[in-house]
């Protein structure tokens, strides 16, 4: 079945460093990638997407890789700040399953000033 | 930011009563979702629609249904509330084919005591 894999489930950093989170999943047929930022009390919100069309992608200090051979796709996260604390998830679109959008289990990262 | 609301924010209620969750979205989105957050931080997706009379469900089984009969409106109902269905409940809606932002609401935290 689907399933989408997300690693670390937690994730302390030092302000100033980088953050790292990373995502397999078990389609190979999927072919559209987001990561999702949830703050307190608030929805997710979309941060950054990828499809399998390209390798890579990036927005200021976050950036996305996506290896389709591996099925795995990582969340970058430089320079991070106070307010990068929250809940991220990845996503996957399962197109086998009727295009449904399957999300990991989160990573709560802690930015420690 | 999103066109969508969800109400109560926050339900508080006895055991054995029938609940709606309400959303709605201003954006036009063929597709809505509902999800069962976890404390523990996971998304678990319960219904889904691709339109206008079109209910699935999701990958976690649930006792609530729900309706379409407009585009705008996705309601979520219990018939009978028990203490298990205490959760917070997140509604999301996006375009077409499910391979673009999907815009969440801020939720809805429902205790059943």
């Known amino acids: ?113 | 930011e999103a066109d969508i609301y969800q109400t109560p924010r926050y339900l508080v209620i006895g055991t054995g009563k029938k609940i709606t969750l309400e959303c709605s979205q201003t954006m036009g989105h063929d597709k809505m979702y509902w999800y069962q957050q976890d404390p523990g931080m996971e998304l678990h997706l319960i219904h889904y629609s691709y339109g206008v009379n079109s209910t699935e469900k999701g990958d976690l089984s649930s006792e609530s249904t729900v309706s379409r009969i407009r585009t705008e409106h996705f309601p979520l109902t219990l018939e009978s509330a028990r203490p298990s269905h205490t959760s917070q409940y997140l509604c999301a809606s996006s375009w077409g084919q499910g391979d673009t932002e999907a815009f969440f609401g801020q939720g809805t935290r429902l205790t059943v005591v």
């Open chain 1, 1 to 113: 079945g689907e399933n989408v894999e997300q690693h670390p489930s937690t994730l302390s950093v030092q302000e100033g460093d980088s953050a790292v989170i990373k995502c397999t999943y078990s389609d190979s047929a999927s072919n559209y990638f987001p990561w999702y930022k949830q703050e307190l009390g608030k929805g997710p919100q979309l941060i950054i997407d990828i499809r399998s069309n390209v390798g890579e992608k990036k927005d200021q200090r976050i950036a996305v890789t996506l290896n389709k051979t591996a099925k795995h796709f990582s969340l970058h996260i430089t320079e991070t700040q106070p307010e990068d604390s929250a809940v991220y998830f990845c996503a996957a679109l399962f197109k086998a399953a009727g295009n449904k959008l399957t999300f990991g289990g989160g990573t709560r990262v802690l930015v420690k000033p």
